[in-house]
């Protein structure tokens, strides 16, 4: 079945560090990707997607993530992180048109001062 | 445009009582999802609905559990009797055709004493 992975279900930083959250897909068919984040007690909310086109895809919040087929991947990153970024973040594909989309387990980013 | 909206943000019931809680998908938007979430079970998908006929509902927990979409607009899901292992924040999310990313409410945080 296809699925997506998110390595690392907590994932912790400084403030002003890298933040790198990892998605990996399982299928030799590359799907439609999405991150999105949750902030407490709120839905979630779209931070990027790639469907076509250019691999490297820039989001809100400067975030961006950078599509892999060789690897089957789709890591989050942002440059430096900033206190405002913690949340949960989700990992999503979705193979056909029409179809729902498939989440990852989430990963829980806490950013330390 | 006002987003995906739900009804209530929070809903507090006792063991045993009926409970509707409602979603109005973005205006425009063809396909309506509900998850459930929960710390134990991370998101969970229950039911989606294509131009408003249920597709899937093989999320759905039990038959306690019961979703309607009888137009565009508005959508129900609704727990007869509730339990409280139903406890929970409950989305709504809409898509429309072409665009594969989902849109998500603000969820309704229900608890079940």
């Known amino acids: 079945a296809q699925s997506v992975t998110q390595l690392g279900s907590h994932v912790s930083v400084s403030e002003g560090a890298l933040v790198l959250l990892r998605c990996n897909y399982s299928s030799s068919v590359p799907p439609y990707l999405f991150w999105y984040v949750q902030y407490p007690n709120q839905g979630l909310q779209l931070l990027l997607k790639?469907?076509?086109?250019?691999?490297l895809v820039k989001g809100i919040n400067g975030f961006e993530a950078e599509f892999k087929k060789s690897e089957t991947s789709f890591h989050l990153t942002k440059p430096s992180a900033h206190m405002s970024d913690a949340a949960e973040y989700f990992c999503?594909?979705?193979?056909?048109?029409?179809?729902?989309?498939?989440f990852g387990e989430g990963t829980q980013l806490t950013v330390n001062p | 445009d006002a987003g995906v909206i739900q009804s209530p943000r929070h809903e507090v019931t006792e063991m045993g009582q009926e409970v509707t809680l409602r979603c109005k998908p973005i205006s425009g938007h063809n396909s309506l999802f509900w998850y459930r979430q929960t710390m134990m079970r991370g998101l969970e998908l229950l039911i989606y609905f294509n131009n408003n006929v249920p597709i899937d509902d093989s999320g759905m927990p039990e038959d306690r559990f019961s979703a309607k979409m009888p137009n565009a607009s508005f959508s129900t899901l609704k727990i007869q009797p509730s339990e409280p292992r139903d406890s929970a924040v409950y989305f709504c999310a809409s898509r429309t055709t072409g665009n594969y990313g989902y849109t998500f409410g603000s969820g309704t945080r229900l608890t079940v004493v």
């Open positions: 790639y469907t076509t086109g250019a691999t």
């Open positions: 999503a594909a979705s193979w056909t048109s029409g179809s729902r989309l498939t």
